[in-house]
């Protein structure tokens, strides 16, 4: 072990160099420790971010491949597949889904029972002609009642904030099914309907009518009249709610519009994405499977731009950091030949010296570390708010300049409103040093320790005492 003794003596006899090497080192150690543990905080952003937006994933329409598919087509999208049950029925079945719901859009016209006329005067606001449906004899006609079909009407956003609520009956459920509705308080009183009656509603493309029983009854807060246009279908009062069973047959071509699906936990979305996507015949190219993707990527780019620029760093300063190592090493052992040369004549062994500058950079690197192990934390942070602060600002900017999308279409028929929560940009994250990025570090570290020593010292197998020694002289 006498090789070991000996670079302790030459660490601290070469104090100077033995200085530079530990700030080398130092920094070394203190920018990859920065760059691992902004790393650990963009995965802990991302998964806190999952969580605030929930772990909901909605199969839906792909509205921007359908604008891009009209472009294409100067306007002639042609006919959109629908969704059916049948396409997704292996869905709710997988590990990760914990709720499902489903949602059908439709449309429905009087037969024996009336809807109830808005109180906004027809000349207030015009419908310009606005027609939904079709009948078989070609004539347009206007829908008197908006359907939404459900398995769940719990689960429905306005149910959920109280903006409807139940006054009667019973709440659609999975366990429903035929054709059993829910009716708005104002449309029972006025036909004097209760819970068990029966009424008929009508297709508008076949002119076949069907019977439904007031499965319950319900109460909405908003105001007749209080709708943009004068029609009945967008009357609060003609809201029909029914089972998924009972909405089919009047939707358009029998499609759904839309079926999300709740995770026991947000982060087996992506995972869930790919298997839900195996499992289905859903038409990739007019339907996605979105898990509010869009504010989840507002809120994490920021974090992920600069964990990218960190993982740069981390590989920039492993490779700086090891060729200035290694450079450092090689002169040292230049300057030691006379020494190498007297150790080699009385009889060490070449590993041994090897052993000995491989020790001399270990103990310094130890030291090294354990500053950076105290420090990295502090520095962490300090960097990682300046960079996220200017990627913040950054895309504040972005979104400031962003063409404003026009006036979007209202939802008028009355199914589900978006209640997905909004994306706020993360601006704050705590940068913490686990004992994994300790282990990660320090594996990394004694790394390039171990191949910035060892390449110079290959110097040393081919030196000869006889060799050395007469340079010197």
Not at 51 to 73: F, R, Y
Not at 232 to 241: G, H, L, Q, R, V
Not at 243 to 260: C, E, I, M, R
Request: net charge neutral; charged share 25%.
């Amino acid at each position: 072990m006498d090789f070991i003794r000996r670079a302790c003596i030459s660490i601290w006899a070469k104090k100077g160099k033995s200085f530079l090497m530990l700030i080398l080192l130092f920094v070394l150690c203190s920018l990859v420790f920065a760059g691992f543990a902004i790393q650990s905080a963009t995965r802990a952003s991302e998964d806190i971010a999952r969580k605030k937006l929930g772990g909901d994933v909605t199969l839906t329409l792909d509205m921007d491949k359908l604008m891009k598919k009209m472009e294409e087509s100067n306007g002639n999208l042609g006919e959109v597949p629908p969704l059916t049950l049948k396409d997704i029925e292996k869905v709710k079945n997988l590990k990760a889904v914990a709720d499902y719901q489903y949602i059908v859009d439709a449309f429905a016209g009087k037969v024996d029972k009336s809807p109830v006329k808005s109180d906004k005067k027809e000349g207030d606001n015009q419908a310009g002609g606005m027609t939904v449906a079709g009948s078989s004899d070609g004539k347009a006609k206007m829908p008197d009642f908006a359907m939404t079909g459900t398995n769940n009407t719990n689960s429905l956003a306005t149910f959920k904030n109280g903006k409807e609520k139940i006054i009667s009956g019973k709440p659609i459920t999975n366990k429903d099914k035929g054709n059993l509705v829910l009716i708005e308080k104002r449309f029972a009183d006025q036909n004097k309907l209760k819970v068990g009656d029966t009424f008929q509603l009508k297709d508008l493309e076949t002119n076949k009518s069907q019977k439904f029983t007031v499965h319950g009854i319900y109460e909405n807060k908003e105001l007749s009249g209080s709708q943009q246009f004068p029609v009945d279908f967008m009357e609060p009062a003609n809201k029909i709610y029914t089972t998924v069973d009972g909405a089919v047959p009047f939707s358009h071509n029998g499609s759904l519009a839309s079926a999300k699906y709740s995770m026991t936990d947000p982060k087996l979305i992506d995972s869930f994405k790919k298997a839900a996507a195996d499992v289905s015949s859903v038409d990739k190219d007019f339907y996605k499977w979105d898990a509010n993707d869009a504010a989840y990527k507002t809120m994490i780019q920021p974090i992920q731009n600069v964990a990218s620029f960190a993982n740069i760093i981390v590989i920039i300063t492993a490779l700086a950091g090891g060729l200035i190592l290694a450079l450092l090493v090689l002169l040292s052992i230049r300057e030691r030949r006379f020494e190498m040369g007297v150790l080699l004549s009385l009889g060490e062994n070449k590993a041994k010296l090897i052993g000995q500058f491989l020790v001399e950079v270990i103990l310094i690197g130890m030291i090294a570390f354990s500053a950076a192990c105290l420090t990295s934390e502090a520095i962490g942070q300090t960097v990682t708010d300046q960079m996220l602060n200017k990627e913040v600002q950054q895309a504040k900017d972005d979104e400031a300049n962003k063409p404003s999308g026009g006036m979007q279409m209202a939802t008028v028929i009355g199914g589900e409103q978006d209640d997905k929560p909004k994306g706020e940009v993360i601006d704050k994250v705590d940068v913490h040093i686990s004992q994994q990025d300790m282990v990660e570090v320090g594996g990394i570290g004694l790394l390039v320790v171990i191949i910035a020593t060892l390449l110079p010292c290959l110097f040393i197998i081919r030196l000869q005492p006889k060799m050395i020694l007469s340079k010197n002289d």
